[in-house]
């Protein structure tokens, strides 16, 4: 028998190879069906057109007497305070969140660890809770205003940033800690003088990361009463005043596009 | 003569006085005094509530787990508004990460105005696109879903974008070489070297996105977040952990569907 493409021992394995595509439409057009299918589209109001043109309106006539009014409730010591809660919570978390990376990050190659596995999970769990829920939590404990923001905005930070932090102190260069370790010098001598240098421009540099990502949820959190910029434009969308909106958000984009480049040029700097 | 061998190389003041160093602290210590007198932070006051706070985390650590079968038809729908706010999210994205990029347009002040759109967008947390939606749309998940979709447009064009800037040019050149259209060269030259990385960056987004759709429903964004704000709302934090848990494991299960896929992948 002669032996033929179709009926070669080795093209029998192909067919797998050629056709296995086609399995993952199938899972593909599955999950979407799933997707499209479990959801209810019913909900859209009719007003919505009618709405989002006149969000358009507000937001190209914004109300500019809003910028400055000098009651301390206007825009631009909203946005102060925006910035100062997320300032605050980022650099005191950032103290903070120092001895939980040394608790957390693993220097040996063994695949279990206790204090490290330990200090991973307690990282972990900080960051289960959403910002939003730690602000409430917060409120509940300190009142409405935005100190309750300062807690949710440091807490959740030493969750993320003492991951971070802890990856680095994981992959960081040894060198300058065996070389003060091979001149005698002692524990503490081999953290002051080799690991926290080394470290520290790395450290500084996911703490501004850190902050771009802080002011970002601090002009949200007032949406849930912990002070900031959210609490007027919460306000402002349920009374439906869009000019009041609209300078909101111009407020929102020029604060956050402002601080993303500052922390960029400082940490081109520092890396 | 002997003397200058041993002598040290002479530092300027400044740097034998750290001024960098002192200079940044004081700055940083003085915004820092500035910030907690703007926020009125106070050790004192939280620390003098702080038992209301730990009744509250005692709550917490005894979940009601019979609130399971309440949360898990919300759990899906989170699901499903981040599988399709991410598709719609992607799709849009592709255009706009091809005019965005540098080796593909050479007109600099298109792609210019293309990526500082691109920015605008970025600027805005998730949270407030959910409020905006949820006024134009009314409560529901289509606002959730449309959040979702705008959010991750802007976070997608710009790893996208970054990503057809590395490819090599010379499948490009050849077809140029042989007088394909754009359309063409697009097609067989960009699209076949980036399919990859583009699936790989659209599992990490959709893990972003299910992280981030959890909370969109407390501003009525459908989803788990619903559940959320009536769990705080009535001051039930048993049921509030439960959220919390149940959440924390749909998110390690879509991280970890995602991650393999995308091992697999590159």
């Known amino acids: 028998m002669q032996t033929t493409l179709e009926n070669h021992p080795l093209t029998h394995h192909l067919f797998w190879r050629r056709w296995h595509w086609l399995l993952w439409v199938v899972v593909v057009a599955g999950v979407y069906s799933w997707a499209i299918g479990g959801l209810h589209f019913t909900g859209i109001q009719e007003s919505a057109g009618s709405v989002s043109r006149s969000i358009l309106h507000g937001l190209l006539h914004p109300d500019w007497a809003y910028v400055y009014n000098g009651s301390g409730e206007d825009l631009s010591s909203l946005i102060l305070q925006t910035l100062a809660i997320a300032f605050l919570g980022t650099f005191v978390s950032a103290l903070i969140s120092v001895p939980f990376a040394f608790w957390a990050a693993r220097t040996d190659q063994h695949w279990a660890h206790l204090r490290s596995g330990s200090g991973k999970v307690v990282l972990t769990l900080i960051r289960t809770f959403p910002e939003i829920v730690l602000a409430i939590m917060f409120i509940k404990a300190v009142g409405p205003g935005s100190y309750a923001g300062v807690l949710a905005v440091s807490i959740h930070s030493i969750g993320m940033l003492g991951k971070l932090f802890s990856e680095s102190l994981e992959n960081m260069d040894r060198g300058a800690e065996e070389a003060i370790r091979s001149a005698g010098g002692n524990r503490s001598e081999i953290l002051t003088l080799a690991t926290l240098p080394t470290i520290f421009p790395e450290f500084i540099s996911y703490t501004l990361y850190r902050f771009e990502i802080a002011v970002r949820s601090a002009s949200i959190l007032g949406m849930v009463g912990a002070g900031g910029i959210g609490t ?27 601080i993303d480049s500052l922390s960029e040029q400082l940490r081109k700097k520092l890396i | 003569m002997t003397n200058s061998t ?29 910030s907690s007198l703007m926020t009125g932070a106070n050790l004192g006051t939280f620390l003098s509530n702080i038992d209301q706070f730990l009744a509250l985390l005692v709550q917490m650590s005894h979940p009601a787990w019979s609130y399971l079968h309440v949360i898990l038809q919300p759990l899906y729908e989170t699901i499903q508004m981040a599988i399709l706010g991410t598709t719609i999210g992607a799709v849009l994205a592709v255009p706009f990460a091809l005019l965005a990029a540098s080796n593909l347009v050479g007109n600099r002040l298109l792609r210019g105005l293309i990526r500082f759109f691109l920015d605008l967008v970025r600027t805005l947390p998730d949270l407030l696109l959910a409020a905006i939606f949820v006024a134009v749309f009314g409560i529901g998940s289509t606002a959730g879903v449309i959040t979702l979709a705008i959010f991750s447009f802007g976070m997608v064009s710009k790893l996208f974008y970054e990503v057809i800037e590395t490819i090599d040019m010379g499948p490009l050149e050849a077809l140029k070489s042989v007088g394909a259209t754009k359309v063409t060269m697009i097609w067989y030259a960009v699209l076949p070297q980036i399919l990859n990385q583009f699936v790989s960056y659209f599992l990490y987004t959709l893990e972003i996105n299910v992280r981030a759709s959890t909370v969109l429903g407390y501003l009525g964004a459908g989803g788990i977040g619903v559940y959320l704000q009536r769990s705080l709302g009535e001051f039930n934090y048993s049921a509030t952990a439960v959220i919390i848990l149940a959440t924390l494991v749909v998110v390690l299960v879509i991280d970890g569907i995602s991650n393999h896929l995308r091992r697999v992948l590159l």
């Open chain 1, 232 to 258: 007027p434009l919460i306000f402002a969308i349920q009374t439906r005043s869009w000019s009041r909106v609209g300078i909101i958000l111009l407020g929102i984009i020029v604060m956050v596009l402002a």
């Open chain 2, 6 to 34: 041993l002598d040290l190389p002479k530092r300027p003041w400044r740097q034998r006085y750290h001024v960098a160093a002192i200079g940044w602290t004081l700055v940083l210590g003085v915004l820092l005094v500035l």
